[in-house]
């Protein structure tokens, strides 16, 4: 049998699913064919309409339809209707089920370093679907202590509300600026950047980063970022002699745990992710 499968979004010309998702299933020694199509809002009744007569049995969903996709769907993992955002479709005798891996991905990627999220006082910088989603699997995964701080205040007020909401976590929402951030890094064991500040084709980047001086030295440092590999906010910290982790491993894992539902069974995830990544490391080296 092949597996026909397609990443959706707009702009998808630089996506990187293609290349995640060909290579497991290469490695899995599975024949697929796996297609990238540019969809946008008001394409996505359309692009339904289509699938259900293509043969496609799954899609990956990108930037900016997470949120629209789920008008289409006739069933949502939970775990998705919680974070109010779907990245994966799985498509059964017509009946699409849509289902959120990122947040799972990232926790993968964390748990490779050793890091637990469960008693840990987790720093987010950034209020938007990622930083909400991954906050909101740290609640669930029983962190001590989350804080969101957002340039725009309101946004990380209505993130916490949320958060609180659904799963009771402590929770804190802040202005981001040095001086919050200085006062509280000093008890952090996660700090993330989960805003695009520094990354690939963005001009925007952290003017100072001497707030991460207050950091703890077993601190580790996380960046959602993954082009560049190594953004001037890991820059800092590992020239701090911190422990970083970029978004590579998120991305990688989350499109492992996309296939894992695709196939309907569990997968050497540790295995397709060093592959993957080894792949991806020689690709952009030539
Ligand atoms: P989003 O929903 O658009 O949110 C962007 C966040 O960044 C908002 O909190 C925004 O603050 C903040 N921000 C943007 N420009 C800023 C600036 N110049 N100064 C300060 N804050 C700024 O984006 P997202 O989907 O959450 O993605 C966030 C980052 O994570 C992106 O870099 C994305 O590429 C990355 N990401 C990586 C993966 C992965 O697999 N590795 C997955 C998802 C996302 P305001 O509310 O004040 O505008």
Do not use: W
């Not at 006739?74 to 209707?81: F, R, T, V």
């Not at 802040?174 to 064991?189: F, G, H, I, V, Y």
């Not at 077993?218 to 590999?229: C, E, G, K, Q, R």
């Not at 002699?241 to 990688?252: A, C, E, F, V």
């Amino acid at each position: 049998m092949k597996y026909k499968l397609a990443v959706i979004g707009s702009p998808i010309k630089h996506s990187l699913s293609p290349f995640i998702h060909e290579k497991a299933f290469s490695l899995l020694g599975i024949d697929c064919e796996y297609e990238r199509t540019e969809v946008k809002e008001d394409e996505l009744g359309d692009f339904i309409n289509y699938v259900k007569s293509s043969g496609i049995c799954g899609f990956n969903i990108t930037m900016p339809l997470k949120r629209n996709i789920m008008d289409y769907l006739d069933e949502i993992d939970g775990e998705a209707l919680l974070y109010g955002a779907v990245n994966t479709v799985k498509i059964t005798n017509g009946k699409l089920k849509g289902y959120n891996t990122d947040a799972e991905g990232y926790k993968k990627s964390l748990e490779e370093t050793g890091f637990e999220m469960k008693g840990k006082n987790i720093v987010f910088i950034g209020a938007g679907g990622a930083a909400v989603t991954v906050a909101l699997k740290a609640a669930m995964e029983k962190a001590e202590k989350i804080t969101i701080l957002n340039r725009n205040i309101s946004r990380a007020e209505n993130a916490k509300e949320y958060i609180f909401d659904k799963t009771g976590a402590d929770i804190s929402a802040m202005e981001l600026n040095s001086s919050n951030l200085a006062r509280l890094l000093k008890n952090t064991d996660l700090l993330i950047n989960a805003t695009p500040l520094g990354m690939s084709g963005t001009s925007s980047d952290y003017e100072n980063l001497s707030f991460m001086d207050s950091l703890k030295k077993d601190a580790l440092v996380s960046d959602f970022i993954y082009n560049p590999p190594e953004t001037k906010f890991l820059k800092h910290a590992k020239k701090l002699g911190l422990k970083t982790i970029n978004g590579l491993g998120m991305l990688i894992y989350q499109g492992i745990i996309s296939d894992s539902i695709y196939l309907e069974k569990e997968l050497d995830y540790k295995k397709l992710k060093n592959y993957i990544t080894s792949e991806y490391i020689k690709a952009n080296m030539q």
